[in-house]
């Protein structure tokens, strides 16, 4: 039976199975990752891949490989290769096509899932609103995505901060893939949130206060990417510390045969652990939180009692 593809909207013979999150994203965690990588949703089964869906024609999937392979090649690996040590990166317009196409794929896989019960209607219809300008603006239909703008966060390892946040902050900045449509119960802001390892983008549904964002937008043209000292508003921190307990907490929910698996890499490879990123991430979350950083990947009595 045809397809409509949800970007062009021509009808084909079949729509490719897209990646939400850029598989370039995950190609990474897999090479970098000194034992198997698994999702938050599935703790107890080993990922090849991250979610797709029945999203594109071929040339809309040829369309977004092109911006993602520049982003991948010039910012993502390069970043993530550094360590975070590299001190900023220069972009051109191929940078907002990619994060434009990302938040449009995280926002779309959200509403044909069925998971966007918690907005209000108003939020509801600018969610469509920011479809359909993202839609136009990758389909070069207008200069710039408007309101609808795209932030990104390149991230280093936290040691401290005048705030409270997770235990597992640190290994979920570092090494998590994660997406997400937030929300405010006042229906006054909406954004998409792709959780891309040490990349954070933010996509703006309804943003009132943009002037709250600093250092962080991506142009049309060209700038720089890191490198500056960046302002956000107070409940962008406070879910990225919500959703890294949530991934902590089904880790903790491993069953006893993964668990002894995960206890074997660790005590066939230890040289290997200790280099890796995971350990680094490890380090820094038990300066930040001591030993908590340790416990909150253990089961809770309500855990026990639930399993």
Same mark, same amino acid.
């Given at each position: ?20 999150? &850029? ?66 990166? /220069?972009? *051109? ?68 901060? *005048? ?44 943003? &009132? ?5 600093? *250092? ?16 956000? &508003? ?21 069953? /006893? ?43 809770? /009595? ?6």
């Amino acid at each position: 039976m045809p397809e409509t593809c949800h970007l062009c909207e021509h009808t084909v013979p079949q729509l490719r199975d897209s990646h939400i999150i &850029p598989n370039f994203v995950v190609a990474w965690l897999k090479d970098t990752s000194p034992g198997h990588i698994r999702d938050m949703q599935t703790p107890n089964k080993r990922i090849q891949d991250f979610e797709t869906m029945p999203l594109l024609c071929d040339r809309c999937e040829q369309r977004f490989a092109v911006h993602e392979k520049r982003f991948a090649e010039q910012a993502f690996v390069p970043f993530h290769e550094s360590g975070g040590a590299l001190v900023s990166i /220069p972009y *051109g317009p191929w940078a907002l096509k990619c994060t434009t196409s990302i938040s449009w794929r995280v926002l779309t896989y959200h509403k044909q899932k069925g998971h966007l019960g918690h907005l209000s209607d108003e939020q509801r219809a600018l969610a469509e609103r920011a479809l359909t300008r993202w839609r136009d603006f990758l389909l070069d239909r207008c200069e710039h995505p408007g309101e609808h703008e795209q932030h990104l966060f390149p991230f280093d390892l936290v040691e401290s901060t *005048g705030r409270a946040l997770s235990p597992y902050f640190n290994r979920y900045t570092l090494r998590s893939i994660d997406m997400d449509v937030v929300a405010d119960e006042l229906g006054t802001q909406a954004h998409v949130y792709s959780k891309m390892c040490r990349f954070l983008l933010i996509g703006f549904i309804h943003e &009132p206060r943009p002037t709250r964002w600093r *250092g962080t937008m991506i142009h049309v043209r060209r700038g720089l990417m890191g490198g500056r000292r960046y302002m956000v &508003p107070d409940w962008l921190p406070d879910h990225m510390s919500t959703r890294a307990t949530m991934s902590a907490r089904a880790l903790s929910t491993l069953s /006893p045969k993964q668990t002894a698996k995960i206890k074997e890499v660790f005590r066939t490879r230890p040289e290997e652990i200790a280099r890796s990123e995971v350990a680094k991430a490890m380090e820094h979350d038990i300066r930040l939180s001591g030993r908590k950083a340790f416990t909150i990947t253990r089961p809770t /009595p309500d855990d026990e009692k639930s399993s």
